[in-house]
């Protein structure tokens, strides 16, 4: 199977919860994805860093079609929300907002984040996802990831 990774950018940190003044329902009442959700509404900028765990590859067009992800602690690599399977469109959505997405390994029972997530234009017209590669070298990519 041909590898998709392609280039790098810089780490985008988000601030879990932190968003100014704005009242908010009890943090264990909401997850970080509806504080986000929540903030955006009311015109609060709030980035998000979001996980991608496993990815779903179409067979006839080896694209990622679909993604397991959630909300996602950079600096414990811990979720702040219960995983999700979604299609690519929400994830290149979530990008073009200026939320963060990595891709998150899990190594001997440890999960690190791995390669960017960047959205990336296919010739059918459909933009999709790959991994964001430093200066052409990487050790683990999008492909790396398990299937769901």
């Known amino acids: 199977m041909p590898r998709?990774?392609?280039?790098?950018?810089?780490?985008?940190l988000s601030a879990p919860g932190s968003v100014g003044a704005l009242p908010l329902a009890p943090v264990n009442a909401l997850d970080h994805h509806d504080v986000v959700a929540f903030a955006r509404v009311q015109g609060v900028n709030i980035m998000a860093t979001f996980g991608i765990d496993a990815v779903r590859i179409d067979p006839s067009s080896d694209r990622i079609t679909h993604v397991r992800w959630a909300a996602v602690d950079p600096a414990t690599r811990s979720w702040l929300s219960p995983t999700s399977i979604v299609e690519v469109p929400q994830v290149v959505a979530a990008i073009r907002r200026g939320d963060a997405v990595w891709s998150l390994f899990t190594l001997g029972g440890t999960r690190f984040l791995g390669p960017k997530i960047v959205a990336v234009a296919h010739t059918n017209g459909h933009d999709?996802?790959?991994?964001?590669?430093?200066?052409?070298?990487?050790?683990?990519?999008?492909?790396?990831?398990p299937r769901i």
């Open 128 to 145: 999709g996802i790959d991994t964001d590669v430093p200066n052409g070298h990487i050790e683990k990519c999008i492909d790396d990831l």
């Open 4 to 12: 998709r990774c392609t280039r790098r950018a810089s780490t985008l």
